[in-house]
């Protein structure tokens, strides 16, 4: 099997996807222009879908409450510094930052508290050329 997407519930779907496909290279896929209004985001090279909606079924979660470890998105950045000081200046907040082993990994919040990562791996999860991936690298 093939995964298609993720989801998840935030508070204004709308303006997170625009957000989204200016500062971090998503495009919108699909959408639905009234409530729950669900936007399916595209990453920059097709293979993800990002699936966000306002669902008054339940809660938007606070996430800007919850520690990064718990729930963030992943983005492959080739310059995490950069990336997030851009990001930072488009409204989005310093999480935190491991540099390990060649390993570069900064946690940001978008303006909406929920975490992004920016990650430069000594070792790319998805050359597959290479061996499986060594965490302790």
């Not at 999480?95 to 790319?124: F, K």
């Amino acid at each position: 099997m093939k995964l298609e997407h993720t989801a998840i519930q935030v508070a204004d779907p709308n303006a997170m996807a625009a957000w989204y496909c200016k500062h971090l290279g998503m495009c919108i896929r699909a959408r639905q222009e009234q409530a729950p209004f669900t936007h399916f985001l595209e990453d920059s090279a097709g293979d993800v879908l990002l699936e966000i909606y306002n669902n008054s079924k339940c809660d938007v979660p606070d996430y800007a409450s919850m520690d990064s470890l718990l729930i963030h998105i992943a983005f492959v950045s080739e310059n995490p510094r950069r990336d997030a000081e851009r990001l930072i200046a488009a409204g989005a907040t310093f999480d935190s930052e491991v540099d390990h082993g060649g390993n570069l990994l900064i946690m940001l919040r978008d303006p909406w508290g929920l975490c992004i990562q920016l990650c430069r791996r000594a070792q790319p999860f998805f050359d597959r050329s290479s061996k499986p991936y060594d965490f302790h690298r």
